[in-house]
């Protein structure tokens, strides 16, 4: 089993920045991918970023030039660096990871909990 936890949601003003979190736990033999998606009121879940086990990394249109995704492998973590904050960012932030774990021979999707970014004035 494979727990996700998300930290670092909250208010901040059009123009601010943020910094999410998300580490894994549990039984991992190695991570393939990590990244992050929004899903905005009302709407379905999108793709912000997938970072791959070579570093390569996929960011959405929206988000280029604003957010930058980086991963410890040692910690099992990713973390969302957002800056230059829009209202249009708003949204809950959740994060996922291609896990290998000790107990299933394929790799499997796991999800955060979710954590609530609002831009506002």
């Known amino acids: 089993q494979v727990q996700l936890v998300e930290s670092g949601g909250g208010l901040v003003q059009p123009g601010g920045s943020l910094r999410l979190f998300c580490a894994a736990s549990g039984s991992i033999l190695s991570i393939n991918a990590m990244g992050w998606y929004l899903q905005a009121p009302g709407k379905q879940r999108e793709l912000v970023v997938m970072?791959?086990?070579?570093?390569?990394?996929y960011y959405a249109d929206s988000v280029k030039g604003r957010f930058t995704a980086s991963r410890d492998n040692a910690k099992n973590t990713v973390y969302l660096q957002m800056n230059s904050l829009k209202p249009e960012d708003t949204a809950i932030y959740y994060c996922?990871?291609?896990?290998?774990?000790?107990?299933?021979?394929?790799?499997?999707?796991?999800w955060g909990q979710g954590t609530q970014v609002t831009v506002s004035s």
């Open positions: 996922r990871m291609v896990v290998n774990t000790t107990t299933i021979s394929v790799p499997r999707d796991y």
């Open positions: 970072i791959n086990d070579d570093r390569s990394t």
